[in-house]
C-alpha cells in the first residue's frame, strides 16, 4: 500500500514539475510556484487516484482545479507571505489574470503528464497492483440499482479495480439512461444551460459494466434475485436478475408530507423534465401575461413561488429571478415591477447548510436582484392560481417544491430496516445488516461515518465518496476481507444565488477546523470552475463551457421546447 502511493506521489510530483512552465512564465514568484507546482502534482495524483486512458478527463480536471489553486495561491497565499492584503479588489485582481492563465494551462498540463507517466510506469516497471482475481467457480455477479452519482461512481471505480476481471461481472440498472448532474440544474431550469448538456449517457460513460434501462420493482433476498421491467416498454416484460453483491443507490423522491394538493398544483424540481418543464412552465407565463389586460392576473401570472430555502431552492430562485428578467425585452406588455419571484422557507434564515453569515450575505444579494422571502413561513395549501402561506395567499400560478425529499420507497417496500426518513439503516461499511451481499450508498442510504460516527449528509459530494469507497469494500468482500468503515470530512458547500454571485465555505483538509468563506464574483468563478471539473465526459465540460460563453454575448432563448398540459 505505502509503495502504491510513494509512486503516485513521485509521478504527480514529476508531473507538476514538469507541467511547471507556464505557471513560472506567467507568475512573479518563480521560486514559490516552482515548489507549489511540485506539491500540487503529488497531492493531484493521490487524490485523484486513477482511471486508465482518461487523458481528455484528466486534462479538464486539472484545468479546473487551477482557478481555486489561481485564487488560494496567487490572490491569498503569496500575497500574504509577501505581507500584503490578499489580491481582492478589481484592479489587484486585473493584474493577476495572467497567473490564471498560467494557472489553468498548468492544471490542463498535469492531468496530461499524471496520465502519461503513469502509463510509462505501467509500462517499463509494471502495474500498481495487479488487480486480485475473484476465487475459481462461477463469476460473482454484482448488480446495481441506480444510475446516479452513487450507482455510476460505484460501477466506475469497480471498472477500473477490476481492470477487465471475467471472474467478476457488473451490471448498472436504471430507469434514466444518463447521470443527472444536478448542482447544474438550476441553470437549465433558468435557461443558461441545454438540458442534455449535464447528463452523461450511463452505456457510453461505462466500457465493462453492462447497462440494462429498467425499473427495479421488487427484491427478493431468500433467492437473490431482483425483478427489473423495462421502462415504457410492453407490461409483462419485466425480467429476474440474479446477484451475489446487490447495491442500492436509488436516490429520493420529492416528498409533500401527504399534501395532495400542494402535490397536484406544485412543479417538482429532482429531474432534468423537471427544469425542462419549469422554464417552459416561466415562458408559458410570460406569453399569457403579455396578452392579458387586467393588471392584477397579469402579475399574478409572472409571479414565481419556490418553496424550501435549502441549496435546490436557493439556486432556483436565483436562476427563474435571473431567467425572468433577462426574457422581459421580448414581451412589452409586462413591466419590470410586475415580476414577484417570492422564496418560502419554514425557517428564521435561508440555506442552514452554510454559515449564517454567508446565509445573510446570500439573502441580501439575491433580495437586491428581487427575490423576496417569505422566511418563517409554511406552504400550506396550493390551488388554481393561488398558493396559500402559513402567513397570507400569494396569487400565483407557479409552485416548485424544493421543500422536502424522502428516499426511494422501493425500499420501505421490499421490507429493508430503514430510519424515520425511509433511508435503508447501513452498517459504516454500508453494508446493510441482516442480508449479506446488499449494501446502500448515497440518498437512501443512512450511513454514519466510520471516524466521526456523524450521519453522511444526502449530497453528491458524499454520494461520490461513497461510491469509490463501496467498490474497494465489495472487492474485499469478493475476495473474503473484510470491508472497512466509511471516512470522509467534507470540501465544503457551493452555492450560487443569482448572476455572477455564489457564496462558498470551504474546509481545509490540513487544518480540519479551518474553514475559508467566499462569496460574490470570487466565489462564483469557483463554483463553475469546480462544477465544470465535476462534469462527467470532456464533451460535456465543452459544451457547458459554450452554452456559459453563448450567455455572455446573446440573450436568452424563450423557445418553448415541451408542450404544457
Ligand atoms: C436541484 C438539486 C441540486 C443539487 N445540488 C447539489 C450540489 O450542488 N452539491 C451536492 O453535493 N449535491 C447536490 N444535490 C444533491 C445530489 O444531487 C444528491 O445528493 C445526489 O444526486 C445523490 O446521489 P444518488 O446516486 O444517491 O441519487 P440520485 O443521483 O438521485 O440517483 C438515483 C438514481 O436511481 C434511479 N432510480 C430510482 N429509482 C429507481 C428504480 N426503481 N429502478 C431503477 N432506477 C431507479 C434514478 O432515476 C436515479 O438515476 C442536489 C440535488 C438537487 C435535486
Known amino acids: 500500500m505505502m509503495h502504491r502511493w510513494m509512486r503516485r506521489a513521485a509521478i504527480g510530483a514529476a508531473a507538476g514539475l514538469a507541467a511547471s512552465a507556464p505557471l513560472i512564465a506567467a507568475d512573479a ?36 482545479l487551477g482557478v481555486p489553486l489561481w485564487i488560494f495561491v496567487s490572490c491569498i497565499g503569496l500575497p500574504l507571505l509577501a505581507g500584503v492584503a490578499s489580491a481582492f479588489s478589481a484592479e489587484q485582481m486585473r493584474a493577476q489574470f495572467p497567473a490564471l492563465m498560467g494557472w489553468a494551462l498548468y492544471g490542463c498540463l498535469l492531468g496530461v503528464f499524471t ?17 486480485e482475481r475473484a476465487p475459481t467457480g462461477p463469476p460473482k455477479r454484482i448488480v446495481i440499482l441506480g444510475g446516479g452519482f452513487a450507482g455510476m461512481t460505484t460501477a466506475v471505480w469497480l471498472e477500473n479495480e477490476l481492470g477487465g476481471d471475467p471472474s467478476v461481472s457488473v451490471t448498472l440498472v436504471s430507469d434514466q439512461n444518463a447521470l443527472l448532474f444536478t448542482p447544474m440544474l438550476a441553470e437549465v431550469a433558468g435557461g443558461s444551460l441545454e438540458p442534455s448538456h449535464i447528463s452523461a449517457p450511463l452505456r457510453t460513460s461505462l ?19 431482483v425483478t427489473v421491467s423495462a421502462v415504457g416498454g410492453p407490461s409483462g416484460s419485466a425480467r429476474e436478475l440474479p446477484y451475489d453483491h446487490l447495491v442500492l443507490a436509488l436516490g429520493s423522491v420529492s416528498n409533500y408530507f401527504g399534501a395532495a394538493n400542494i402535490q397536484k398544483h406544485a412543479l417538482d424540481f429532482k429531474t432534468l423534465l423537471d427544469a425542462i418543464r419549469i422554464r417552459n412552465h416561466v415562458i408559458e407565463m410570460f406569453e399569457r401575461a403579455d396578452r392579458e389586460s387586467d393588471p392584477a392576473v397579469r402579475k399574478a401570472l409572472v409571479t414565481f413561488v419556490v418553496a424550501g430555502g435549502g441549496f435546490a431552492g436557493v439556486e432556483l430562485a436565483g436562476a427563474i429571478n435571473d431567467f425572468a428578467h433577462g426574457i422581459l425585452a421580448d414581451y412589452p406588455a409586462v413591466g419590470v415591477d410586475e415580476i414577484r419571484t417570492a422564496l418560502v ?28 422571502f417569505c422566511l418563517n413561513t409554511r406552504v400550506l395549501d396550493a390551488g388554481e392560481g393561488s398558493v396559500t402561506l402559513s402567513t397570507g395567499e400569494i396569487r400565483s400560478q407557479t409552485l416548485v417544491w424544493t421543500a422536502g425529499t424522502a428516499p426511494s420507497p422501493l425500499l420501505k417496500a ?29 440518498d437512501c442510504a443512512a450511513l454514519n461515518d466510520g471516524v466521526s460516527g456523524k450521519p453522511c449528509p444526502p449530497t453528491a459530494q458524499f454520494a461520490l465518496r461513497e461510491g469509490k469507497a463501496l467498490s474497494k469494500n465489495i472487492l474485499r ?10 471516512h470522509f470530512d467534507s470540501l465544503g458547500s457551493l452555492c450560487v444565488v443569482g448572476h455572477q454571485t455564489a457564496c462558498a465555505e470551504l474546509t481545509l483538509p490540513f487544518a480540519r477546523a479551518k474553514t475559508l468563506r467566499f462569496s460574490g464574483l470570487l466565489a462564483w468563478m469557483m463554483w463553475r470552475g469546480i462544477y ?34
Not at 466500457?207 to 434475485?225: C, K, P, V, Y
Not at 468482500?477 to 466509511?486: D, I, N, Q, S, T
Open 477 to 486: 468482500a469478493v475476495h473474503g476481507k473484510a470491508p472497512v468503515p466509511f
Open 207 to 225: 466500457h465493462q459494466t453492462e447497462f440494462l434501462r429498467g425499473s427495479a420493482e421488487a427484491i427478493d433476498f431468500e433467492r437473490r434475485t
Open 345 to 372: 422557507h419554514s425557517r428564521d434564515r435561508i440555506l442552514p447548510e452554510l454559515s449564517e453569515s454567508l446565509g445573510r450575505y446570500a439573502q441580501e444579494r439575491m433580495a437586491a436582484r428581487g427575490v423576496e
Open 414 to 442: 421490499v421490507g429493508l430496516p430503514t430510519d424515520k426518513r425511509g433511508a435503508v439503516a447501513v452498517e459504516t461499511t454500508m453494508a446493510v445488516p441482516g442480508h449479506p451481499g446488499v449494501w446502500a450508498l448515497g
Open 29 to 64: 514568484a518563480p521560486h514559490a510556484n516552482l515548489i507549489t507546482s511540485v506539491a500540487v502534482g503529488a497531492v493531484f495524483a493521490l487524490g485523484m487516484g486513477r482511471i486508465r486512458g482518461a487523458y481528455a478527463e484528466a486534462a479538464m480536471a486539472g484545468c479546473a
Open 532 to 565: 465544470v471539473s465535476k462534469l462527467p465526459g470532456l464533451e460535456r465540460k465543452a459544451r457547458v463551457l459554450l452554452d456559459w460563453t453563448f450567455e455572455i454575448f446573446f440573450p436568452r432563448d424563450i423557445v418553448q421546447t415541451i408542450e404544457l398540459k
Open 115 to 131: 496520465q502519461g507517466l503513469n502509463g510509462l510506469a505501467d509500462r517499463w516497471v509494471g502495474t500498481e497492483a495487479e488487480p
